[in-house]
């Protein structure tokens, strides 16, 4: 799977104090009517359980300015749950009241529509009900076990 380039999100959700989210890759648009889309959450991941509860999820897609935040949100500083907010980031709420991170590329609002579980991961699939977007900036992707810029590339 690390040959396919992948778009970096980090998904998120809960409400401040209780906040959690990943670095994940595994995000797809499944239908633009109504307008949902789908992401793959390990089960023992702490965001998990927090999506679960709170029925809403945000995905926000990231510049290549935030290669750091994606190697926050992955744990590799060793921090988790709400911990991983209190950077230099601003992180806002739309309507579902989920982290919304300022400076995505584009952030989804989604209400947790179903949820399919397989092996280790759930399926989460998500109605957009808010977002936002820059309308310039360049994008973060992973590929080959590593982090790319397609602008300095
Ligand atoms: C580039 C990248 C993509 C990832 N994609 C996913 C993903 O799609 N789904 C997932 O559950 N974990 C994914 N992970 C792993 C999680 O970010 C990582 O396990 C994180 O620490 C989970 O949060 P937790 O510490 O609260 O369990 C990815 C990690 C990286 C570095």
């Known amino acids: 799977m690390r040959h396919q380039a992948?778009?970096?999100?980090?998904?998120?959700?809960?409400?401040?104090?209780?906040?959690a989210g990943l670095t994940a890759t595994a995000f797809s648009s499944l239908s633009d009517s109504p307008p949902t889309v789908l992401v793959c959450v390990q089960r023992r991941s702490g965001?998990?359980?927090v999506i679960v509860a709170s029925k809403a999820f945000t995905v926000n897609i990231l510049?290549?300015?935030h290669q750091s935040l994606a190697e926050r949100f992955s744990g590799k500083a060793g921090l988790s749950?709400?911990?991983?907010?209190?950077?230099?980031?601003v992180w806002d709420v739309l309507q579902?009241?989920?982290?919304v991170l300022a400076g995505a590329l584009a952030s989804l609002?989604?209400?947790l529509?179903?949820?399919?579980?397989?092996?280790?991961?759930?399926?989460?699939?998500?109605?957009?009900?808010d977002g936002r977007f820059r309308s310039e900036g360049e994008p973060l992707l992973y590929f080959r076990n590593d982090y790319w810029d397609i602008g300095a590339r």
């Open 96 to 99: 579902t009241g989920s982290p």
């Open 47 to 49: 965001t998990h359980g």
């Open 113 to 129: 529509l179903d949820e399919h579980q397989f092996a280790t991961h759930s399926i989460f699939i998500g109605r957009v009900i």
């Open 63 to 65: 510049a290549r300015e």
């Open 109 to 111: 609002d989604c209400e």
């Open 6 to 19: 992948g778009a970096v999100t980090i998904i998120a959700a809960g409400r401040p104090g209780v906040r």
């Open 81 to 89: 749950g709400e911990q991983r907010f209190l950077g230099d980031d």
